[in-house]
Nanobody, 114 residues
Framework: EVQLVESGGGLVQPGGSLRLSCAASGFTFSSYAMRWYRQAPGKERELVASIGSVGGRTNYADFVKGRFTISRDNAKNTVYLQMSSLKPEDTAVYYC???????WGQGTQVTVSS
């Protein structure tokens, strides 16, 4: 089955860290650039970070630069989002996306609150 499955979300205090994972199956993961998006309640989905298929070239939204790191392990068919210095405004459902396949995961909730 062609799918993306996110994990690693949860409740964290401001200033804390989380690592999200997105496991791919059913397609040649290493051939596709990957993205993380997020959607907060009442807001549009926004791009957070992206990574190339090979070489790992990365790009970040200004609001996460210096705090989030996207990476991938093609041997494990997994893309990661390491999030640190989390803020309440980072609260959202986080989705991974396979560019070129137009494939979304189901999302994982991240809540930043004291």
């Amino acid at each position: 089955e062609v799918q993306l499955v996110e994990s690693g979300g949860g409740l964290v205090q401001p200033g804390g860290s989380l690592r999200l994972s997105c496991a791919a199956s059913g397609f040649t993961f290493s051939s596709y650039a990957m993205r993380w998006y997020r959607q907060a309640p009442g807001k549009e989905r926004e791009l957070v970070a992206s990574i190339g298929s090979v070489g790992g070239r990365t790009n970040y939204a200004d609001f996460v630069k210096g705090r989030f790191t996207i990476s991938r392990d093609n041997a494990k068919n997994t893309v990661y989002l390491q999030m640190s210095s989390l803020k309440p405004e980072d609260t959202a459902v986080y989705y991974c996306y396979a560019l070129g396949r137009r494939l979304w995961g189901q999302g994982t909730q991240v809540t930043v609150s004291s």
